[in-house]
């Protein structure tokens, strides 16, 4: 959950809004600068989603193969290596070489933490723009909200924080991926 804090802090550059009014950027500039963020953005997103199933099914012992959407397939991985590199090469697009998988599993599973927060921080996002706008960054309702979640620190799970925030459901990818679309 502190991870979805720092993302809305972090990812701030998203709202041209804000660009326009902290950067003096013209709104086509703001919304060229978003843009890029946004694939930034969908590159960390999809590496850490892509993580996740590699850390859960090492973690586990599956080594059953992953089609491009990373659901379980037919067959088996003969080795880690090979299970890293299918995996984070269907997830994030990007070629990776099989020999960085040791180096790249993060202390304490922490690479899912970061996947969740993605999603979590986004609907928030989609929350305080339904409540207040899409300026909601100016809105003192939204500081006002934004401080009773920070007061409580890591009270809340991601899974129920989700369920606190409208439309009260279910923590899913639908809002990150919403959000990440170019305009």
Known sequence: VMETFSYLMEHLPLNPLFLQEFSNATPKQAQKIANEIKTQLTYS?????????????????????????????????????????DIMNKGQIVKVQKDRWVNDIDAFFYGPNYALAYS???????????????????NHASGSALKSLWSRGTEFTATALSQALPPFSKLTTKYLVDRLRPD
Request: aromatic content about 12%; cysteine-free; overall charge positive.
């Open 45 to 85: 997103a999809r590496r850490y989603m892509a993580k996740s199933v590699f850390e859960i099914k090492m973690y586990s012992g599956d080594m059953r193969r992953v089609d491009k959407n990373l659901r379980n397939a037919e067959g088996k991985y003969a080795s880690m290596p090979e299970m890293y590199e």
């Open 120 to 138: 979590l921080e986004a609907k928030l996002v989609a929350t305080l723009e339904q409540s207040n706008g899409l300026d909601w960054f100016r």
